[in-house]
């Protein structure tokens, strides 16, 4: 299992995404609550570059007691990477789906060791 | 115990993809995908692309012909900051295509063209074609596609006839990969006709195209001189689908993925109705409808639905001399895209009913949304090496009259 080195941790800022060529594969990474996450830059719909795309929060639609709706709002503790391709969007915690939890990003192994980010593949 | 190899990690070339991004890089992934399969060497037709006309519609205008209308669109293009293109009705659901702006694609285009002397659509054409993988891309307008619905029918006829002068002028003549089925002014159905004997034997122009956002019955005898004709040319007539958010049936639908889901669908299930009950396969044999942009999962709810009707009423029908699905799958072709996939064993049923060997067409619908890649037919592991080569290149050019060339460089 190769291991590549991508640089100091402290130059990421919280909320940065930068995607690194591992040889033939592209790695996402993420740091999100002091945290990192990497995903293969590839969607499993049609192979898209869906690290590349825009990071948003989940969008939620609340109904009331009633049942009722009064419009949308954004969940900013719960942010989605979304394929520029075609929209699929993904938790970049967990790497699921919102809608469909079986359509899922393929987890890269990132951790910090000694002040550096590595990749693990 | 692994043992652990230490590399460095690069930064990727891409690093975010927005309105700016090249077209090469936006599908440098496609690119990837056709050359891992070996596409390379695969001649292959892309049935259905696009291009945003509306941007170039300042060129456009001066086309028209009309000196009176001519004279308006051009003053108002150059009169008024950041004016609408003229005369154009398009539906509201284009603000909302993009998801927010999440597939920045779908937006205006703002990568960087190199001033080559080429038009800018001949050159974003070229990238798509030689990052999706294609030999010849047919290209469609955008906008332009709900004309039909246009509340001045003169209007449908004086821009559509210019836009087809200028397609013809500026981008068919530029790059013979670029093809085209050319948009008919269909709610006037003398001027149809005349779109026909004008411009049959002009370069790119390898078919016809009735856009199918209108309320014009395809049946009405006002049409029969047009069809004879398009028979006579051998080529084939497109319904490229398209919505109407404002269409009755659609009146409750309060979002954008319901009313694009049911809407280029609905139009086209219209027509395919009207076009089998009332015989018109029985009448013009030869003609090659071609159903575009409405999916598949339709083609078999119709073929039953129709088949079942039709032989408790035949007498409501007594042109057909075979059960409509029959003329479904014998004398209709139909576009890929956009190819619902999550039920691969409804898709593959999908794929034996309409005889997808001989009757299906590869159609990326490039730039937009809901895109397809060559990739999606390849992969089906239900479908012969020669079903695949048919249903992305060979069937398009037996039907089209193409050569089937490679012409495209994944290679750049």
Redo the contacts between chains.
């Keep these: 299992?190769?291991?590549?080195?991508?640089g100091p941790a402290d130059i990421f800022a919280d909320d940065e995404?930068?995607?690194?060529?591992?040889?033939d594969k592209?790695?996402g990474i993420f740091k999100l609550d002091g945290e990192f996450y990497g995903w293969h830059?590839?969607c499993p719909h049609?192979?898209?570059?869906v690290c590349?795309?825009?990071v948003?929060s989940r969008v939620l639609e609340i109904a009331d007691a009633e049942g009722c709706t009064r419009g949308q709002q954004y969940d900013d503790s719960q942010k989605h990477i979304?394929c520029?391709?075609?929209?699929y969007?993904f938790s970049i915690k967990t790497g699921s789906h919102p809608g469909n939890a079986r359509v899922r990003l393929r987890p890269a192994d990132v951790f910090v060791r000694e002040g550096q980010v590595y990749?693990?593949l | 115990m692994n043992i652990q190899t230490k590399f460095d990690a690069n930064p990727a070339p891409i690093q975010i993809i927005d309105g700016l991004t090249d077209t090469r890089d936006v599908l440098a992934h496609a690119r990837k995908n056709a050359l891992k399969r070996g596409l390379a060497d695969w001649f292959i037709c892309d049935v259905d692309a696009h291009h945003v006309e509306s941007i170039s519609w300042h060129e456009v205008v001066k086309y028209i012909e009309d000196p009176v209308i001519r004279d308006n669109a051009m003053r108002f293009h150059s009169e008024r900051t950041g004016a609408p293109p003229y005369g154009l009705n398009g539906d509201l659901g284009l603000r909302y295509t993009s998801v927010g702006g999440r597939i920045p694609h779908q937006d205006e285009r703002r990568e960087k063209i190199p001033d080559t002397g080429v038009h800018r659509d001949v050159e974003l054409t070229r990238r798509a074609m030689d990052s999706i993988g294609v030999d010849n891309m047919v290209i469609f307008p955008t906008p332009m596609l709900f004309l039909g619905m246009h509340p001045q029918p003169e209007m449908e006829v004086w821009l559509t006839r210019a836009y087809n002068r200028w397609l013809i002028d500026r981008i068919l003549s530029e790059d013979d990969r670029i093809k085209t089925l050319l948009c008919l002014p269909f709610n006037t159905p003398k001027e149809a006709e005349r779109t026909v004997a004008e411009f049959a034997d002009k370069k790119g122009v390898i078919g016809f195209c009735v856009p199918s956002t209108r309320y014009k019955p395809v049946h009405h005898n006002d049409y029969m001189r047009l069809y004879s004709m398009i028979e006579e040319t051998g080529k084939p007539l497109a319904f490229h689908a398209g919505y109407h958010w404002h269409d009755p049936s659609l009146a409750t639908v309060n979002r954008f993925i319901g009313m694009h889901a049911l809407g280029f669908v609905w139009c086209n299930m219209v027509h395919m109705t009207n076009w089998i009950l009332n015989g018109i396969p029985e009448r013009f044999p030869k003609l090659k409808p071609i159903w575009v942009e409405s999916g598949l999962a339709w083609v078999p709810f119709m073929m039953q639905r129709l088949d079942d009707q039709y032989l408790m009423r035949q007498s409501e029908a007594p042109q057909l001399k075979r059960l409509p699905s029959e003329y479904m799958r014998d004398n209709c072709w139909y576009t890929t895209q956009p190819m619902e996939t999550t039920h691969p064993k409804a898709l593959q049923n999908t794929l034996e009913m309409i005889n997808a060997e001989t009757q299906l067409l590869f159609a990326s619908d490039w730039p937009h949304f809901d895109f397809d890649l060559p990739q999606m037919i390849y992969d089906l592991p239900y479908l012969s090496e020669q079903a695949k080569r048919n249903i992305l290149g060979l069937n398009a050019a037996r039907i089209f009259n193409l050569e089937p060339t490679i012409r495209k460089n994944l290679m750049y």
């Design positions: 299992m190769p291991e590549y080195k991508v995404r930068r995607i690194v060529a591992c040889d592209e790695i830059n590839l049609q192979g898209g570059p590349t795309g825009r948003m979304v520029p391709w075609h929209g969007e990749v693990r």
